[in-house]
């Protein structure tokens, strides 16, 4: 009679974590600030501080880009290639940290846990990322006013 392999159970994570598939994919429209955060806390719930702390750097430096990039177009704005120079160095940091950062942890929870795993909902991550980007552009647009203003004068 052929025997059957044996299948384990895969391992559960210590506790429920944002689907890290998901985190890098909603960071399209709310940058890499959105899944870099999200994966730092997976991170550190999965036992990995190392991970963390490098996702907590990307989150960082999202944060600075974010900050720069209505600064950039403004300081530049009558130049017009400005506006294709901050959509590009925005393109080329998503993408970086994508490919460079973001994958491992969707590679690393497919490999450890499988497809099921005890998972967070995405209610309130989404809810805050929304208003911050709605403040986002709001203190651009206020920035952009300003800057008018001041010309003008």
Known sequence: MPTQPETRPLPVPPGPIWNPEAAANWSLPFSPAFGSFLQMRNWTVLG???????????????????????????????????????????????????????????????????????????????????????????MSFALAVAVAVVKEL
């Open 48 to 138: 990995e501080p190392d991970k963390a702390r490098a996702s907590g750097v990307w989150f960082i430096a999202s944060i600075v880009m974010l900050a720069a990039y209505p600064v950039v177009y403004l300081m530049f704005a009558d130049h017009p290639q400005a506006d294709l120079g901050v959509r590009l160095a925005g393109f080329l940091f998503l993408l970086t940290w994508y490919l460079g950062h973001a994958r491992q942890q969707a590679k690393f929870v497919k490999q450890q846990y499988g497809t099921q795993y005890p998972r967070k909902k995405w209610g309130a991550p989404l809810g805050i990322a929304l208003a911050c980007g709605v403040a986002y552009l709001g």
